[in-house]
């Protein structure tokens, strides 16, 4: 038996900037999907929570094509001498901005080139988890995939990245409140490139302004001030909300966190639904806080960056 699992993500500081090559700051949760590889006589992979079984020897949905994708590059890589049962698990929300489908991807195919004797190399992955984005989202940023493959905190920028090299304090944990809203991210990335191109004098201002606030929020990382680093989360939420891509849900989430104890608070994700993070001390995140989301049927996790990547279980 094989068993890999790679970490969901959350952006710190990046949505919507990346797609004009502004650099972002995305950071590995201790949120997993894990991948267990059963030897079989076919080819099947399956997910109780998600909710499918697909056979891969058979026409297979659309939606789960990426699959058969991932599985198509690494019998170019490797002989494919036995047949397999792939079963996925994952406590990452789904299609909420926190890379499900990039951490899926990513342990699926660590797995199979494990089953199947070759080694997994970093490199190998990414490139065919990206692959498998590219079928799922159609022109993804590659951050999902890159930041679930090799973890840490990235200070990233479109087929680049650097290592952003620090101890994350004991007593500063982020928030997540998942709203539950369903949202295209493609079509709410479209919607933000219409505006842009409407008002590209406008427009070309703010993404500088916000180019100025990631190269200031990589330097208060670096140097451990977590307070700055909050207020820049804040100015980037400004920044979020002039793109079009909040709402009212989204808004009070964002504020209840502030006025309960947040360093800093913002959208994390393409927006219009998906998730909103929060930064805490961890003497400052109250239990009602949470019960107060709970209560609203927003489902709250509390995680850390961490600096591992995909690996075996």
Same mark, same amino acid.
């Given at each position: ?127 065919? @988890?990206? +692959? ?6 159609? =022109?993804? #940023? %590659? ?7 090799? /973890? ?103 504020? @209840?966190? +502030? ?6 608070? =913002?959208? #994390? %994700? ?7 993070? /929060? ?35």
């Amino acid at each position: 038996m094989i068993c890999s699992e790679a970490p969901g993500k959350i952006i710190l500081f990046g949505e919507h900037f990346v797609v004009k090559n502004k650099p972002a700051i995305v950071t590995a949760v201790n949120l997993y999907a894990r991948t267990i590889i059963k030897e079989y006589n076919g080819f099947k992979v399956e997910s109780k929570q998600m909710g499918f079984t697909i056979d891969l020897n058979k026409p297979v949905p659309r939606e789960y094509s990426h699959f058969i994708e991932i599985f198509k590059l690494i019998s170019v890589k490797t002989s494919i001498s036995k047949g397999f049962y792939a079963i996925i698990d994952s406590n990452i929300p789904v299609a909420s901005g926190m890379g499900s489908s990039a951490a899926t991807a990513v342990s699926l195919t660590h797995a199979l080139l494990s089953y199947y004797g070759f080694k997994p190399e970093y490199s190998l992955v990414n490139e065919i @988890a990206y +692959r498998a984005e590219e079928i799922v989202h159609g =022109k993804p #940023s %590659g951050v999902d995939n890159t930041v679930s493959t090799y /973890g840490g905190l990235l200070f990233y920028r479109k087929n680049s990245f650097e290592r952003i090299s620090i101890k994350w304090p004991d007593e500063i944990v982020i928030l997540v409140v998942d709203t539950g809203i369903k949202r295209n991210t493609g079509e709410v990335v479209r919607k933000v490139l219409e505006l842009y191109d409407k008002y590209v004098d406008i427009y070309s201002g703010i993404y500088s302004v916000y180019e100025k606030l990631v190269f200031e929020a990589y330097k208060y990382l670096v140097h451990g001030d977590f307070h700055r680093l909050g207020e820049l989360m804040n100015i980037n939420q400004s920044l979020l909300e002039s793109l079009n891509i909040s709402n009212s849900v989204l808004e009070n989430i964002v504020y @209840a966190m +502030r006025e309960k104890g947040a360093l800093g608070s =913002k959208i #994390s %994700g393409a927006g219009q639904g998906g998730i909103v993070i /929060g930064l805490f001390k961890t003497s400052d995140l109250k239990n009602d806080l949470i019960h107060e989301f709970n209560s609203k049927g927003f489902k709250t996790y509390i995680v850390k960056p961490i600096n591992t990547g995909v690996k075996n279980c």
